[in-house]
Structures are given as structure tokens and as C-alpha cells.
């Protein structure tokens, strides 16, 4: 399957500030990647999908301003929490679209804390 | 929301048991996967099976698929204390998006 790889794997922020998360598809153009978010002892829930070359389709309720994705190339999106408050601290985890469009490969995560 | 209920939320066995977990799900399905995800880190795929498909196998994990009650389960025969971890159920309405609705998840705890 393919190698996904996230930086950082982890980072603390003060509350105001933005935070950037990188998402790599190491060994395989992904024209799609998904971003969900993981709150401790949940589920993963999708946040949007990252199309390149194009702008990202949001899920309801999550914020477009708050959570800019961008997909600039066929191996990195990147997530950036603008504004962070202590209620996005949360898991954050992307996946690239592969296996002929049906199987989803996982980065590893990012933790962000916001203080 | 399409989002699966998984059953049970947490599961203790012994190192050689069978750990079974269930997913329910709400609308038709073009696919079920099922994924693991060792505590803090990303999810692994473990086995995808189509909405055409009654069952399907890969090693020591077998899936069924019942569309009629819109339910799944995995097994896991002869557990090792490495597969503890979480699991999740991911269903795919299709189209073009492909995006995976995850459920609940179930803790798998594997004892010595």
C-alpha cells in the first residue's frame, strides 16, 4: 500500500496562533487525500477532502476559514488550523486515496495540543 | 448519520482466543473496511470487502458481511498480545469521493 508519512507527528501551540500539518503520500501520486480529526477515545471523522489541484470540499460543520487545506502537488497537502483555540486540540490524521479508489492509507497523525 | 455502531466498545481476552467484533450500519454500502489503530498512531487497512461479497479472509482475519441487516463482523482467531489495539469499521457509500464513514471502534485488549 502506499507510504504516508505527517509532520510534525506532534506540537503544542499557544491559543491565537496557526498551526501547519503536512500530509506526504511517499510512493504514490495522490490526486485525492482526506483530513479527519480523532478526539481521545473516538472515532475518526472526516473533515475534507483534499483534491489537487483544486479546492478542498469541506464536511458539514467544519469550518473552511478555520481549517485551510491546501494541495498544492500529487504527494502534499497540508492542513493549517488558523487561529487555534483549546478545543482543536485533537488528533489529526490524512489518508491518500489508492488500491484503485476504494482503499485509503493512513499517515501516522499529528497531535496538536493548543494551550 | 451513516456513522457505524461497533460492538462491543471494549474486549479483554487471553493470548490464543477468538476476539469477535460487530458493525452496524445505517444506509446501502458500496464497501466495508475494517482498520486497526495501535493506541496514538495512524489506522492500518486490514481487509476490504465488497458489497457483493458474504465473506472473505486474509491469514488469521475473517469478515462477513450481511447486507440484509447492514451488519459485519471480523474475527480474529488465535490471538496474540500484538493485536491489541483499537478497530474500526469504515463504510463507503461509493461514488466518487470515496469517503469512508468510521464507527464507533471497539478496544481489543490481548492478555498474556
Known amino acids: 500500500g502506499a507510504v504516508v508519512s505527517q509532520h510534525p507527528s506532534w506540537v503544542i501551540c499557544k491559543s491565537g496562533t496557526s498551526v501547519k500539518i503536512e500530509c506526504r503520500s511517499l510512493?504514490?501520486?495522490?490526486?485525492?487525500m482526506f483530513w479527519y480529526r480523532q478526539f481521545p477515545k473516538q472515532s475518526l471523522m472526516l473533515m475534507a477532502t483534499?483534491?489537487?489541484?483544486?479546492?478542498?470540499?469541506?464536511e458539514q460543520g467544519v469550518e473552511k476559514d478555520k481549517f485551510l487545506i491546501n494541495h498544492a502537488s500529487l504527494t502534499l497537502s497540508t492542513l493549517t488550523v488558523t487561529s487555534a483555540h483549546p478545543e482543536d486540540s485533537s488528533f489529526y490524521i490524512c489518508?491518500?486515496?489508492?488500491?484503485?479508489?476504494?482503499?485509503?492509507?493512513f499517515g501516522p497523525g499529528t497531535r496538536l495540543t493548543v494551550t | 448519520s451513516q456513522q457505524g455502531e461497533e460492538d462491543p466498545q471494549a474486549l479483554s481476552i487471553q493470548e490464543g482466543e477468538n476476539a469477535t467484533m460487530n458493525c452496524s450500519y445505517k444506509?446501502?454500502?458500496?464497501?466495508l473496511q475494517w482498520y486497526r489503530q495501535n493506541s496514538g498512531r495512524g489506522l492500518v487497512h486490514l481487509i476490504l470487502?465488497?458489497?457483493?461479497?458474504r465473506e472473505k479472509h486474509s491469514g488469521r482475519l475473517r469478515v462477513t458481511l450481511d447486507t440484509s441487516k447492514k451488519s459485519s463482523s471480523l474475527l480474529i482467531t488465535a490471538s496474540r498480545a500484538a493485536d491489541t489495539a483499537s478497530y474500526f469499521c469504515?463504510?463507503?457509500?461509493?461514488?466518487?469521493?470515496?469517503?469512508?464513514?468510521f464507527g464507533t471502534g471497539t478496544r481489543l485488549q490481548v492478555t498474556l
Open positions: 510512493d504514490f501520486q495522490a490526486t485525492t
Open positions: 470487502i465488497r458489497s457483493n461479497e
Open positions: 444506509t446501502s454500502i458500496n464497501n
Open positions: 469504515a463504510t463507503d457509500v461509493g461514488g466518487t469521493a470515496s469517503k469512508l464513514t
Open positions: 489518508s491518500v486515496l489508492a488500491g484503485g479508489g476504494y482503499e485509503q492509507y
Open positions: 483534499s483534491n489537487e489541484g483544486s479546492k478542498a470540499t469541506y
